[in-house]
């Protein structure tokens, strides 16, 4: 049975990091500081947020698709400092068939560090211990070398190629898709 209880909200940590909640409070300046990074969002697909404003926002949605259980984002942070450096989640969780999507991103100045490597174990390891998940899928643009990289080493198998498959930022993107079975 899929479990979908987010209350209280999963901490999770791994060697170097804290997996929390996002709050409008505490993490707005560095949703922002996230969200409005070109390098950051280079592959994501979305616009660059243009004020706190807008990081609020997408704070709020992110603690409403919590309330209503059909998706849940953790802000990474370092164990040594409470400062926002990336956010992960499950979204479009697909309740009947045990699936979710995941989505993943961190600020530059923390890349290649194997701190998203270690998020994404224990998030894995939450969605198929915890949530009871069969499968989860990974979206990625095909351009980000360093993404598929990531989904490789955690076992993930690339399921397809998607041309022109979403209409972004005024044009049509490819998707690579992978998934990944509960072992």
């Not at 922002?32 to 994501?44: H, Q, W």
């Not at 164990?79 to 999507?101: M, Q, V, W």
Request: net charge positive; aromatic share 12%.
């Amino acid at each position: 049975m899929l479990i979908l209880n987010f209350n209280p909200f999963p901490l999770l940590e791994t060697g170097r990091t804290k997996l929390h909640a996002l709050s409008v409070t505490d993490h707005a300046e560095g949703m922002y500081l996230l969200r409005s990074n070109p390098e950051a969002m280079k592959f994501i697909g979305k616009p660059l947020l243009g004020s706190i404003a807008e990081a609020r926002e997408i704070i709020e949605l992110y603690n409403r698709n919590l309330r209503e259980c059909i998706g849940i984002t953790w802000g990474i942070s370092l164990k040594t400092s409470p400062g926002l450096i990336g956010s992960i989640g499950f979204h479009k969780l697909d309740i009947f068939n045990h699936r979710a999507e995941i989505g993943y991103m961190l600020h530059p100045d923390y890349w290649n560090k194997g701190l998203m490597t270690e998020a994404i174990r224990k998030v894995l390891d939450y969605g198929f211990n915890e949530m009871y998940l069969h499968s989860i899928e990974a979206r990625i643009n095909p351009e980000n070398d360093v993404s598929r990289k990531i989904l490789l080493r955690q076992n993930f198998i690339k399921e397809g190629y998607f041309r022109e498959s979403y209409y972004e930022n005024r044009k049509y993107l490819d998707t690579e898709v992978y998934s990944l079975l509960k072992k």
